[in-house]
């Protein structure tokens, strides 16, 4: 099977930068995802991290180490509309079709 | 706009009712998911599809039943059979089963008394 592993709540002040960490261990790497969900709210797709090294878009970036098993969301120039849960994902290799989720890091920003 | 719709947003039940959840996609997707989520939680695979008139059972999938006869629509149906019914359901959908961006609805509220 797989686990995941990421914090459970990080707090940060309005322009400061978050680095939130996702260790992982899975029998078969297919990559890791990362999602940003707000309070009640639909998960939305952020970014997808296949090879190793920092993937950035906008002021989110994304790093993976696949020989550490570990890869980090780092959240730049916070925002308040930045506050949500955060959750790393990885593909089960034994299911395709099998996304498997960590619990999710909630991000709080205060002013 | 193309995009996956649930409903209804909010939904209420007595305990021994079964009830269904839509689930509506026109994003031409061929793979479907539905994941439950419990305050303070991530997400837990009840049951996905690959392709029409196929499914599979995710790691949650007891109490619950799906159908898959159309590509836009992947309905859920919650038992009563299902010992703790109220919780967050999310209905997603990839362009296939192997992608790694999945596209999330709005999600239905299901609280069973």
């Known amino acids: 099977g797989q686990s995941l592993e990421q914090p459970s709540e990080v707090t940060a002040v309005e322009g400061a930068i978050v680095q939130i960490n996702c260790t992982y261990q899975t029998s078969g790497f297919y990559g890791l995802s990362w999602y940003q969900q707000h309070d009640g709210g639909a998960p939305t797709f952020l970014s997808y991290?296949?090879?190793?090294g920092l993937e950035e878009t906008g002021r989110f970036s994304s790093f993976l180490s696949r020989s550490d098993s570990y890869g980090y969301l780092l959240l730049q120039e916070l925002q308040m509309k930045d506050s949500a849960s955060y959750f790393c994902?990885?593909?089960?290799?034994?299911?395709?079709?099998?996304?498997?989720f960590g619990a999710g890091t909630q991000v709080v920003v205060t002013p | 706009d193309g995009g996956i719709t649930q409903s209804p947003k909010y939904l209420f039940r007595k305990e021994g009712q079964n009830v269904t959840l839509s689930c509506e996609q026109n994003l031409n997707h061929d793979a479907m998911y539905w994941y439950r989520q419990d305050p303070g939680q991530g997400l837990r695979l009840i049951y996905y599809s690959q392709i029409v008139n196929d499914f599979q059972k995710g790691d949650i999938a007891e109490g619950y039943s799906v159908s898959r006869e159309k590509k836009e629509s992947f309905p859920l149906t919650v038992t009563s059979a299902q010992k703790n019914p109220t919780a967050f359901y999310l209905c997603a959908s990839s362009a296939s089963a192997g992608g790694h961006e999945q596209y999330f609805g709005p999600g239905t509220r299901l609280t069973v008394t």
């Open positions: 991290n296949a090879l190793d």
């Open positions: 994902a990885v593909r089960d290799p034994d299911s395709w079709g099998k996304l498997q």
